[in-house]
């Protein structure tokens, strides 16, 4: 499968504003969302691993008030936007599922042959 643009870099801030984007896995399109956290960009399924709701609080708001970590709006879960790993809350130990991204000639793409299971 061939990677397919998300988003121009600029549109991604430090700790800023995510982009919402959508990816097709096992059959059934699934929300996603990419993020620019400490210069690096990274991707995410927009579930929650304690519930599958979405996390973003408000449209394309991914991080908390600190802008140093993920956030869920429903349970206030805490995932690291380095890895997407639980940091606290009600995800008991279970983190997002990352997606793989490329950033290169100011844009930033999804790229699902490297897309990890």
Not at 76 to 81: E, R
Request: include cysteine; glycine fraction near 12%.
């Amino acid at each position: 499968m061939a990677e397919r643009l998300i988003c121009r870099s600029g549109d991604l801030l430090d700790g800023g504003r995510g982009v919402r984007f959508t990816v097709h896995r096992q059959g059934v399109e699934q929300a996603a969302f990419a993020v620019r956290f400490r210069g690096r960009v990274f991707a995410y399924l927009n579930r929650c691993a304690h519930v599958s709701v979405e996390l973003d609080w408000q449209h394309n708001e991914f991080f908390d008030d600190s802008k140093l970590y993920l956030i869920c709006a429903t349970h206030g879960a805490l995932y690291s936007p380095e890895n997407g790993r639980c940091l606290g809350g009600r995800c008991n130990g279970r983190g997002l599922t990352p997606l793989p991204v490329t950033e290169r000639d100011g844009a930033i793409y999804f790229t699902p042959g490297e897309q990890t299971p």
